[in-house]
């Protein structure tokens, strides 16, 4: 065997160790929380229970609360990074660059320094000043989705921490997508009159959709599975959220906080979450990568 | 087409514009106060003790982060040593041997999609697949975890970095002779190097603020990290939890943010570092 035989071979076995990798981390969950998909069958997804005491657990809070915040944080962020790829496309670019450059330095920010400030200075900020004036200066209490509690603490509040965690990802690729738009089809719009903003409607966001689309995604990835910036400001309470001012967790949360402590059947339902969090995630970057790969499609057809 | 007037578009226009730069302002200005909360509330408790003490329990004097800072150093590099060679070989393959072949193209989407699983995930398989059958916590079952992480980032990285050395340099450097190996180690990897370090140091810098992974798998402590292989680990993320989270006292809030100060400044600046890496490769 010649040596580059054994080179190839060599790295060959390291590429596929990436999907076998992702095949153990799908088997070693399935695994472990077998226990508990054979106690409680699949109405652990809807079951609300959790009573360490009786040994009951259901997975539905944890997963309304992980939707909840998610939901939240992509209303908040998807028209935001929309709107900011539109201005950092627009101007020129020696003013364009060094605002790149600080979207990206807040997305490399670690999450739990995020989850400290959502802590210390947001939370006391929401539960003094938003809070009270949505619900009382401008009497939203008694519509059904705010409700007159809270807090501070809870799905809002995590909600938006989050979307400032997505916006410079989900900016940063929109951006390309306004910059991948053909200079033709701008330029033609622009010819028939249309103003700027006409121009990002109705011809980038045409032509870039599934780029756009991609875009959006890998943020929902990011939120859905996000862990300490959520974990400090949910709440931690292992109920469904009453409104969205309400505490909740998420599934994320659940496991950090209660995995170390954890043993027996508990520590199985929490393999169980984790397996439940896996395939979401797996099919949203798996619905990523169609759009993505439909966009470059796009673009190499022409 | 409906006819709209354009005075309503005017003001669409304008007010499309006034509202990007408001949204733009709000995002930077959370970074900003972001940074400058961390600042404001972290400078204060910055001395030279605080950077060269090890963390002691609530109440004893002259309490630091420094042993935090080492584990994180010990956990990130092993993490970055395991995973190195092993992700750029597959980087190397993806690249060179297996460019448009089915078998390339799984691996490629197996890689894109592993990017985006959740980290608290890698920590349940670590915690399954090592804490278990070890019996104990320790920081190399961190390094696993944030190995784990690295190792789709680095891959494609290289495969991209590597694509962007044109073919003519293969061919040049077979048609002298060379080997494969030869080819591909010393003539391919070191013209695509500055973009491979690129690479790396950006996956350094994303896992070593990872916090949720090392939750089940360093966990904490308050000493050296003489027990890297056996024992729980200290590192400034779990630190950092710890003290906001699972601490009543005002001072070790304090001693939190200091210690958020202290990881801030070391991410922010290696990011610096890696973007003058890439104006390097780009001029």
Not at chain 1, 8 to 25: D, G, K, Q, S
Not at chain 2, 133 to 142: D, K, L, M
Request: proline letters at 5%; one cysteine or more; hydrophobic letters at 50%.
């Amino acid at each position: 065997m010649t040596i580059d035989t054994l080179f190839r071979r060599l790295c060959f076995t390291c590429a596929i160790l990436l999907p076998v990798l992702l095949l153990c981390i799908f088997a070693s969950l399935a695994f472990h929380s077998t226990q508990a998909w054979k106690t409680f069958g699949f109405s652990f997804l809807f079951s609300t229970d959790w009573d360490p005491m009786t040994d009951k657990y259901g997975a539905f809070p944890s997963i309304v609360g992980t939707l909840a915040t998610t939901g939240i944080a992509m209303i908040f962020a998807v028209p935001l990074s929309f709107m900011t790829a539109f201005y950092l496309s627009d101007i020129p670019r020696h003013s364009s660059a060094p605002l790149s450059a600080g979207l990206d330095l807040l997305a490399a920010i670690p999450s739990v320094i995020y989850g400290m400030w959502g802590l210390f200075v947001l939370v006391p900020f929401m539960q003094t000043k938003i809070q009270p004036f949505i619900v009382h200066t401008l009497h939203l209490k008694n519509c059904p989705l705010i409700g007159g509690e809270y807090n501070g603490f809870g799905c809002f509040t995590a909600g938006i921490v989050l979307a400032l965690m997505v916006i410079p990802f989900i900016s940063a690729m929109m951006r390309d997508v306004f910059m991948m738009t053909p200079p033709l089809l701008k330029e033609s719009a622009m010819g028939i009159g249309c103003t700027r903003w006409e121009t990002a409607r109705d011809i980038v966001m045409r032509y870039g959709l599934r780029g756009l689309v991609g875009a959006v995604f890998i943020g929902l990835g990011r939120a859905l599975g996000e862990t300490m910036a959520v974990l400090f400001i949910i709440g931690n309470t292992m109920t469904i959220p009453k409104g969205i001012f309400g505490s909740g967790t998420t599934i994320a949360a659940t496991l950090a906080n209660h995995f170390a402590e954890a043993d027996g059947l508990l520590k199985s339902v929490l393999f169980a979450l984790g397996i439940i969090l896996l395939i979401l995630s797996f099919t949203v970057q798996i619905l990523t990568q169609y759009f993505l790969n439909r966009a470059k499609a796009k673009r190499g057809e022409r | 087409m409906k006819r709209r007037s354009p005075v309503f578009r005017k003001i669409e226009e304008r007010a499309a514009r006034v509202v990007s730069i408001l949204i733009l302002t709000v995002s930077l200005g959370a970074m900003l106060g972001i940074i400058g909360t961390t600042l404001i509330r972290g400078l204060p408790v910055l001395s030279w003790s605080f950077i060269t003490q090890p963390s002691k329990p609530y109440g004893i004097e002259s309490s630091g982060i420094a042993n935090a800072f080492q584990g994180t150093l010990y956990i990130t590099a092993m993490a970055t040593l395991i995973t190195l060679p092993l992700a750029v070989l597959g980087g190397i393959w993806l690249a060179e041997f297996g460019r448009n072949s089915r078998l390339g193209n799984a691996i490629r989407f197996c890689a894109n999609v592993m990017m985006g699983i959740p980290s608290i995930i890698t920590g349940l398989f670590i915690y399954a697949v090592w804490v278990v059958p070890t019996g104990h916590f320790s920081g190399f079952a961190g390094s696993l975890a944030l190995g784990i992480i690295m190792f789709p980032i680095v891959l494609r990285t290289t495969e991209d970095m590597l694509l962007l050395v044109p073919d003519s340099l293969r061919e040049a450097s077979l048609a002298l002779g060379m080997n494969r190996v030869r080819a591909t180690l010393q003539v391919v990897c070191r013209s695509a190097k500055s973009g491979l370090i690129t690479g790396i140091l950006m996956a350094f810098a994303r896992v070593s603020g990872e916090t949720a992974p090392l939750l089940f798998t360093a966990l904490w402590s308050n000493s050296w990290c003489g027990h890297y292989f056996s024992g729980p680990t200290a590192n400034l993320p779990v630190l950092i939890t710890e003290y906001t989270t699972n601490s009543p006292y005002e001072a070790q809030h304090a001693a939190g943010w200091g210690a958020a100060l202290v990881m801030m400044i070391v991410i922010l600046a290696l990011n610096l570092l890696v973007r003058y890496f890439f104006t390097e490769r780009k001029a």
